[in-house]
Antibody, heavy 114, light 112 residues
Framework: EVQLVESGGGLVQPGRSLKLSCLASGFTFSNYGMNWIRQAPGKGLEWVASISSSSSYIYYADTVKGRFTISRDNAKNTLYLQMTSLRSEDTALYYC???????WGQGVMVTVSS | DIVMTQGALPNPVPSGESASITCQSSKSLLHSNGKTYLNWYLQRPGQSPQLLIYWMSTRASGVSDRFSGSGSGTDFTLKISSVEAEDVGVYYCQQFLEYPRTFGGGTKLELK
């Protein structure tokens, strides 16, 4: 069974940093690109970043470019999202998902507030 | 960026009736390989999104045949035949032709 389990969320002050993790199981993680997608409270879905299977190709939404870094450790079956210079508008539920969209984690909440 | 625009439903939808959700893209999602790079998702209340349709018209594994996708390069429709209680939620279309990946704003389905 495919599982994606996010962790690392929480309450953080504006300007601070946070690192999210997504532990994958049930499939050959190293063969697949991965995505981070977020959803602000009561709002729609927003794609955040994508990374290819070998980390050769990385893409970011303009809203996070220069502040967020997506990475992965294929030996640990784990996807990461390093978030810096956090803003209140980054408050959202963050999902990791396969690029085909057929598997999503349960999401991890990030709240940016003083 | 490709802008995805979704239409609204005349909620609430009577149980057993059909419902059609529209989605329009600002650029054709039809690739030269003949595939149309459009997904449909359902997000039930309190849950993660679930993939319903990919390549515009292919049902994802385990998805009821009451769901069908159709369209052209820029205009798309998700049809739900005989709406049931489990269909309640917000539906999203998403293009995966280009980066940034973009979603429609969502269409809420409520049951009568």
């Amino acid at each position: 069974e495919v599982q994606l389990v996010e962790s690392g969320g929480g309450l953080v002050q504006p300007g601070r940093s946070l690192k999210l993790s997504c532990l994958a199981s049930g499939f050959t993680f190293s063969n697949y690109g991965m995505n981070w997608i977020r959803q602000a409270p009561g709002k729609g879905l927003e794609w955040v970043a994508s990374i290819s299977s070998s980390s050769s190709y990385i893409y970011y939404a303009d809203t996070v470019k220069g502040r967020f870094t997506i990475s992965r450790d294929n030996a640990k079956n784990t996807l990461y999202l390093q978030m810096t210079s956090l803003r209140s508008e980054d408050t959202a539920l963050y999902y990791c998902a396969t690029p085909t969209g057929d598997y999503w984690g349960q999401g991890v909440m990030v709240t940016v507030s003083s | 960026d490709i802008v995805m625009t979704q239409g609204a439903l005349p909620n609430p939808v009577p149980s057993g009736e059909s419902a059609s959700i529209t989605c329009q893209s600002s650029k054709s999602l039809l690739h030269s390989n003949g595939k149309t790079y459009l997904n449909w998702y359902l997000q039930r209340p309190g849950q993660s999104p679930q993939l319903l349709i990919y390549w515009m018209s292919t049902r994802a594994s385990g998805v009821s045949d009451r769901f069908s996708g159709s369209g052209s390069g820029t205009d798309f429709t998700l049809k739900i035949s005989s709406v049931e209680a489990e269909d309640v939620g917000v539906y999203y279309c998403q293009q995966f032709l280009e980066y940034p990946r973009t979603f429609g704003g969502g269409t809420k389905l409520e049951l009568k």
